[in-house]
């Protein structure tokens, strides 16, 4: 018999993090799901490739769309199209500006939230703060930078971001920066790095380390890296936050919506604070 | 034209104290020249005289550094190209300068275009006019044809056609010559002829002094950047003119002859490219100078580069030093002691952006290394000894060499082939460009590689002189095949000219 | 010599062929892709499926164009993908704050051959390396889209139906782009083989010392043709933000490359004066046809990307082979 | 003609200082940035910084060198991002399961070679032009990292403390990377201007054809670039992944535009035969010093962009508009 078609329309595999929600999701459909044909598709972080991908996914008769945006506004006028050709959408970690079947996803918006009020707490309201963006203008990036200010600005308005920089979420450009960072600011000026993500927060201690500065420098990252545990272990990093990568659980309600089930329309995983309290229970449980 | 008119009309061009210089070097220093309408004017002069300089600042390509230019009596502020085509002024520059990817018919018309009413392209009038202007001159030139797919003479055809069929008021030719034969020079000097009837002014550079005095009213004669003397040419004789070019008395311009030709060292049959060459056989023995004459396009570059594999070709036999088979490909031919030297320096030959030095080194730099590094210092002395001994004009070793005028690279390409230090040498059209000073060192050299050091060597020239005086054996071509072979003793310029054209009597042959 | 009249028909007839042939080798290549595809999978041949292909199709397409004018005077735009950017964000901008919609296409052009113009300038009277001058405005017109929108997408309000219909619209069940595309090469195709101008770009990329001796405007040409780049990819970024009812800072990143390389597939010299419009259509086309084959084939992603550069690599290869056993000595 | 002899030395002289003057003009733009980043900021002149920015220099100024050589001979290489990555994570998968460090570095080298060695061949024996051979490359490259890594970064044991040293280790009080850097440079200006090799490469650049007929092995000499330039692309991923202790099949993103970017500012021309490794070494420096400067100013990463651009082309510009007042008529 024919298998059902589920399209997955990923936004970008230039992060592991995006790789991981491919794969989980690949692996798990492989494993359990014998009567689904799953088709993947990469936007290469390219909107306009993307709505290409999705409009081609439509071409072949999928059954239902799961879908990870690029961003969230440029996807919206394909999925609307999807839906009003009746095939269900699930919209996964971002969201589109269109009713959905269902959304399942990590909300950015709670994680740099969440950052921002540890990061309060860890400096007792006063500090300096130095910032490694993500990619510019992608929508984590502008989430994760946007409502981490906000939380400072609600809740310690001493607490300063003193220099910031996009490092493409990447650990090279991320060490350049740091290093610089380190001659523009002397011993005593720095309080704590906030990264978008594992990798460069890694990266900066990779540098910290070097200068041997680690100590008077917290650094806090996003994701839940195998590699940011094992540093929080070691006490190299004061804490991360968990950002689900949608597996398998985009496939699992993609089956489901396609099978007819329905559900409420948004499924919220949460994040997960990790630091040297808790970090034992998470050793080797990231990706 | 009889010097009547000189002196009586006013100039339409008129130069005054020309100065230019470039780094390292003057190129003008204060330079006159008056040219009258329907006057043919020849400029000669050493290579690096200044001569092409002189009309580039004509043009509007170069700026002079002092000095002033009249047209028609009316001082030009600043000439630029545009200006002086809207003058009248055209130029067939030394460098052809041509689109080499667009056609025939679109560098005849390079920035003028017919159009139609709609100010759009009128191709069809392009290729028309393209093809009158070509059967006018008589130029056999496929007007739609890709300028890279033409041979050197060829192009040069365009490049005339392409000056002369502008209404042109005056119009300059450097070295149009250089690589005509002798029918697409009868061609040229009927034109030329025509247009100095009506009127039209020309200045025309070379150094083929017959030819100044087959076509020039009156000469001028360049040295170092300055002018030696305008002369009418009805007043002067060839030997004068080399006197006021090179400052000095040039006795016999061939070296004798008394060489000993020793074993055949090159023997190639049958060697075939279908189009292009048909069946022919060659010989060449050590030390001896062997000539090819034909008409443009006859299939001599061709033969050359299918000696030594640059084009793929057939053959029933090819021997070389005792080795048989064709080289595959030029560095083959070079590794068993046998070059090319090409026809076109610029498209094949110069390596432009590079040094004097490296231009000259670069196909021999094993006599250079010493413990496994190029010695520069070593490459100073060899390339040092070959700038003295050929006469190249140039500030420096380290000199670019697209700095040096058209001649001084020429002479740059005879030093390569001088030091690949190979025993059978190619050369296609080995003095084009170069002045009559140099030529008789040039033709010293090859005589001297001949003699002493039983190089074979093979020309190809359109100057029948030359090839009458310098070699032992002559083998004309004719339509991809060989037409007929003479012995020094029996080759006269008639009888090669018969055959090249395919006239009955040369036949026998 | 009269012989060589007679010859002339046959040869030139040759070349004429030649031509033809030359072209239309990338043509087979095309077809055989579309085979291929179609073998593959049968959604290929489905109209829907075809649309996509042909939108697509037209967004690269119609940069590709700009860069064919630039790449034919040897010169490269590499800020063809932040001038998208800044269009796109500060029509977006526009957009937002109300202005009518002819307005915002005028000025959206306007500012893409702004920045096209500044290129121009730094290449002529600046005499800069064409790839530093628009280098420099590639990482320029990336931080300037990102100040202007302070790295945020832009939206505005979906109420401008006139404009959805640029890059949402059909017309005779063809995408609107479409149309824009087939406009935009047909011009571009008359402008260089009918025009003045036309040929004075191929003859400035050919030889721009004989092109100035001539009494051509060198300067000028090579000015417009990056004033005709920004052009086009101002009007792309009108499409794509009408596509997507934002404008992203991010736009376009990337491009500049896709489009040079649609543009070389398509038989354009990087050297200058060699190519044309139709290599260019026929290379978006085989570019869009390759990404939709691996996605209709289920290729995963990682493998796509080795498949991709094995074809681009292939689909040339077999063009140069065919040409050298064509004759075209050397 | 004796005249001339007599001329020599004064005009010889000249032209040395004219050469020595065109190098170190590029050298004065350099020296100006320096002077005005010591002045912006004190910190720039602290040792620590100076290490940082040498540091920097090396890990750019490795694969520019490789592209140099390529760029010398008329070609391009794209894909030494891509090689980056590919010799990255294969590197760090060695390294994990224990193979030994010297093990790991041969192989890292030997895999870059080959890829050069693909490049070389497609654009050799296969007439690709280069920018589309090493496109194809750098997209199959990057997919073949991704698959290798199955997209996730690889660690390795921290335990390989030789390993360690290649990127972090010091020597005299500079970095590992620097001397390496130092020694690559070093070498390439010596085989560039003292082996006949480099001069063939500077003749293939300058004019295939005459070379050919010159008798160089055209093919063997861009061939040959082309595993250099993927040689040092391994090598610098080496330096990365000892530096980072972590192989990330996203390294090296974007490296090829910096790296053809760093060259043609150092001088050599993307039509060949001109430039050489001193310009590129001090292209590196211009690239690291600007991105340092602008850290240091505290210049926010939007503004950075658009002076980083700006700061590109007027240094560029600069040098034109003084080489083109110091004569050299066009
Ligand atoms: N662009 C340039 N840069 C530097 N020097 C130049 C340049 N053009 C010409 N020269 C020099 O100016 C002098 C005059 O050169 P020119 O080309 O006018 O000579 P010419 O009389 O035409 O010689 P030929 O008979 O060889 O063509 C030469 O010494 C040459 O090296
Ligand atoms: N690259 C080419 N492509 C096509 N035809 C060519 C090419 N080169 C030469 N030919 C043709 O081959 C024939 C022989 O040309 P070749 O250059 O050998 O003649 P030649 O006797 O040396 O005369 P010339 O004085 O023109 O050099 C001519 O008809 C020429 O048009
Ligand atoms: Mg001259
Ligand atoms: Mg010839």
Known sequence: MDKIKIGFSQGTMESSWRVNMVEGNRKWAEANLPDVELLITNGE????????????????????????????????????????????????????????????????????????????????????????????????????????????????????????????????????????????????????????NDDMALGAVTALEAAGRLEEVKVVGIDGENAAYDAIKEGKMVATFTYHFVAPEGVQYGYKVAKGETFDQEIILPTHQVDASNVDQWLGKGF | MTQTKAGAVEPILRMRRIGKQFPGVVALAGVDLDVRPGEVHGLVGENGAGKSTLMKILSGAYQADTGEIQVDGETIA??????????????????????????????????????????????????????????????AVDPRARLDTLSVAQRQMVEIAKALSRDARLVILDEPSAVLGGSELDKLFAVIRRLSAAGVALIYISHRLHEVFAVCDVVTVLRDGSVVGTRPVADIDAATIIRMMVGRQLSDVFPERNRQPGDTVLSARGLTRPGVLRDIDIDVRAGEILGVCGMA?????????????????????????????????????????????????????????????????????????????????????????????????????????????????????????????????????????????????????????????????????SELPEILGLCDRVVVMRDGMVAARFDHDEATEELIVAAAVGEPAAKAA | MSNIVDKMPTAAKKMRLGRFWRTSGLLWVLVALCIAAALISPAFLNPFNIVNVLRQVALFGIVS?????????????????????????????????????????????????????????????????????????????????????????????????????????????????????????????????FTPFGRNIYAVGSNPEAARLSGINVGLTIFSVYVISGAL??????????????????????????????????????????????????????FAVIANILNLAGVSPFTQQIVKGAIIVAAVLFEAQRRRRNGSAS
Not at chain 1, 134 to 144: E, F, K, V
Not at chain 2, 87 to 94: C, E, H, P, S
Not at chain 3, 247 to 275: D, Q
């Open chain 2, 78 to 139: 600043k000439p630029n190209p545009l200006g002086m085509i809207g003058r009248g002024v055209a130029v067939i520059y030394q460098e052809m300068m041509q689109a080499r990817h667009l056609t025939v018919a679109e560098n005849l018309f390079l920035g003028r275009l017919p159009r139609t009413g709609l100010g759009t392209v009128d191709w069809q009038s392009a290729v028309r006019q393209s093809a009158e202007v070509m059967t006018r001159l008589g130029f």
């Open chain 3, 233 to 286: 990819a101002a009007l792309t970024a009108l499409i794509f933000i009408s596509r997507l009812t934002v404008g992203e800072p991010v736009a376009g990143v990337g491009l500049e490359l896709e489009a040079i390389a649609i543009t070389v597939i398509g038989g354009t010299s990087l050297f200058g004066g060699e190519g044309g419009v139709i290599g260019t259509v026929i290379g978006a086309a085989i």
């Open chain 2, 297 to 461: 396009g006859s299939g001599r570059t061709e033969l050359l580069r299918a000696l030594v594999g640059a084009d793929a070709a057939a053959c029933r036999s090819y021997r070389l030093n005792g080795t048989e088979g064709r080289p595959a490909n030029p560095r083959a031919a070079i590794a068993r002691g046998i070059l090319l030297l090409p026809e076109d320096r610029k498209t094949e030959g110069c390596f432009l952006p590079q040094s004097v030095a490296f231009n000259i080194t670069v196909s021999r730099l094993s006599v250079l290394m010493q413990r496994g590094m190029l010695n520069e210092a070593r490459e100073r002395d060899v390339v040092g000894q070959l700038v003295r001994q050929l006469g190249i004009r140039t500030p420096e070793a380290g000199t670019r060499i697209s700095n040096l005028s058209g001649g001084n690279q020429q002479k740059c390409m005879l030093a390569r082939s001088l030091n690949a230090d190979c025993a059978i040498l190619l050369i296609d059209e080995p003095t084009r460009g170069v002045d009559v000073g140099a030529k008789r060192e040039i033709y010293q050299l090859l005589a001297m590689l001949a003699d002493r050091q039983h190089t074979a060597i093979i020309i190809v020239s």
């Open chain 3, 65 to 193: 164009i700009g860069l064919t004018f630039v790449i034919l005077t040897a010169g490269i735009d590499l800020s063809v993908g932040s001038i998208v950017a800044v269009v796109a964000v500060s029509s977006a901008l526009l957009l937002q704050i109300g202005i009518p919609v002819p307005l915002v296409i005028l000025a959206g052009l306007a500012v893409g051959m702004a920045m096209g113009a500044v290129n121009g300038l730094g290449v002529t009277l600046g005499r800069l390396p064409p790839f530093i001058m628009t280098l420099g405005m590639m990482v320029m017109g990336r931080g300037l889209a990102m100040t202007i929108s302070d790295g945020h997408p832009i939206r505005f309000p979906d109420a401008s139906d006139d404009f959805a219909w640029l890059g949402q619209g059909h017309l005779l069940g063809l995408p609107v782009p479409v149309w824009l595309f087939v406009t935009v090469a047909a011009l571009a195709y008359f402008v260089l083989r």
């Open chain 1, 45 to 196: 972080n390219n909107a306009s490739k993307q709505v290409s991908d999705v409009e081609s996914l439509m071409a072949q008769g999928v059954k239902t769309l799961i879908i990870s945006p690029v961003t969230a506004d440029a996807l919206t006028p394909v999925v609307k199209q999807a839906m009003e050709a009746g095939i269900p959408v699930v919209t996964l970690d971002r969201k589109v500006n269109t009713d959905v079947t269902l959304h399942i996803g990590a909300d950015n918006v709670l994680i740099g939230k969440t950052a921002g009020e540890f990061v309060c707490k860890e400096l007792g309201g006063k500090g300096n703060v130095i910032e490694i963006q993500g990619t510019a203008g992608a929508s984590a990036t502008i989430d994760r930078h946007d409502a981490f200010h906000a939380a400072l600005a609600a809740n310690c308005p001493d607490v300063k971001v003193v220099a910031d920089q996009v490092a493409n979420y990447v650990r090279e450009p991320a060490i350049k920066f740091m290093e610089d960072m380190l001659q523009r600011f002397g011993a005593g000026e720095i309080d704590l790095v906030y990264a978008h």
